[in-house]
Each structure stands twice: as C-alpha cells, then as structure tokens.
C-alpha cells in the first residue's frame, strides 16, 4: 500500500518570501500521479500542482512550484512571494494508476503568513 | 459551472442513528470519490462509484455503503453510528475514474455524534 508522509505539521512564512513544505512518499509503482492540495479555512479543497511521474520536468504554477524527485520519492512544493491568502492547510497526495479513484493524503501541512 | 455540492453542511446524530449524505458531481462528472477528514487520522478514503458502480472501496467497516444514481449524483449512508464516526465528509467529483482526471471536491458535510 502507498504511504504518503508529510513531516512538516506547522510552517510559517513572511509575506512576500518564500517557503517549501515537505512530502515524501512510498510506493512500488512506477507510474502515478502526485498532488498539492490546499484547504483553507472554509474547508473546500483546491488543486494546487499536479506532477506526473514519467515526466521529469518539475510542474509549476504560477507562484507554485514543484521539486520532485522520483528516486527519492520526494515531492515538495515551494510557494513563492508568499500571499496572506496562501495561508492553509496543503496536503500532499498520491493516485495510483492502477487505483484511479482513491487518492492517499499526508496528514497536512498547515501554513501561516505573517504579514 | 457550478462545482460540487453537498447536503446537509452540518448533521448532528446520536449514537446508534443512521444517516445519509449526498454529494452532487459537477455536471458531466461521472466519477465521485468520497473521503473522510478527521483530526486523529487524516484524510482517509471511503470509495469511488463511477457510472452507477462502485470502482474502489477503503478499509471502512461495513456500516458504511454507498451509491450513485444513474445522474451521478451520489449518496453515502453509515448506519449504527458511533462517536468516532464525528468527522468531516468530504465528496469529489472528476470527469472519468482515470488518474489524469482532476478531482474537484466540495465543501464537505460536517457530520457530529453525540
């Protein structure tokens, strides 16, 4: 079973720096799908960067980005010029190929911005 | 487009009750995952039902079940409730049961045993 595993249960950040949260994970599969996903206080669950595994290019988002790397099953997410609005919950996410519709969520990262 | 709804957002039980949450997908969503959140254990995956079927199933007891309507809108029942079952519910709802399908969640169902 795919374990996901995110070390970090509090992170804060100055507005306007920048800050990467932490995620590992483990799996015996060579094909998958690994995501960032913010919950904000209101508690509706936003995509924030999906990364493919057979793509070796890190994905980015605007003022998200990824370093993942597949060797060592490490996928952070680095959020640049940090905005109040950014402050949340993230949750690190892994979907199998073979198990499409179950998604294996870390525990959460939650994130504070000081102003 | 209107995005994935959820009723009711908040539900109080007491042990031993039964309830029933519904989730409706975005429009053309086939696939609808439900999810529960709590503090003490996370995240934790329920099942996926796509297209009247149920595709995958978590590791929940049998008192929990579910189903999904031929307009893919989605129920999820849990009988004998107990006090851990206290959680947030969360629903999500993609195009397809594929991998590159996005999952777009709703607001949940804030559900209390008392």
């Known amino acids: 079973a795919q374990t996901v595993t995110q070390s970090q249960p509090e992170m804060s950040v100055q507005e306007a720096e920048t800050v990467t949260l932490s995620c590992t994970y483990d799996?015996?599969?060579?094909?998958?799908?690994l995501f960032w996903y913010k919950q904000p206080p209101s508690r509706q669950m936003i995509l924030v960067i999906r990364q493919e595994a057979y793509k070796q290019q890190n994905a980015t988002e605007n003022r998200f980005s990824v370093n993942f790397q597949k060797a060592a099953k490490s996928f952070s997410l680095k959020i640049s010029d940090s905005q109040l609005g950014d402050a949340a919950m993230y949750f690190c996410a892994y979907r199998s190929i073979t198990n499409a519709g179950k998604s294996t969520f870390g525990d959460g990262t939650t994130l504070t911005v000081k102003p | 487009k209107a995005g994935v709804t959820q009723t009711p957002r908040y539900l109080i039980k007491t042990r031993g009750q039964q309830v029933t949450l519904s989730c409706s997908p975005i429009?053309?969503?086939?696939?609808v995952s439900w999810y529960q959140q709590t503090p003490g254990q996370g995240l934790q995956f329920l099942f996926e039902?796509?297209?009247?079927?149920?595709?995958n199933k978590g590791n929940f007891p049998g008192r929990f079940s579910g189903r999904q309507f031929s307009n893919s809108r989605s129920e999820m029942n849990v009988s004998t409730l107990e006090l851990g079952d206290s959680a947030l519910y969360l629903c999500?709802?993609?195009?397809?049961?594929?991998?590159?399908?996005?999952?777009?969640f709703g607001p949940g169902t804030r559900l209390t045993v008392l």
């Open positions: 799996t015996s599969e060579s094909d998958y799908y």
């Open positions: 999500a709802s993609s195009l397809t049961s594929g991998v590159a399908g996005e999952q777009f």
């Open positions: 429009s053309g969503h086939r696939s």
């Open positions: 039902y796509f297209s009247e079927t149920q595709r």
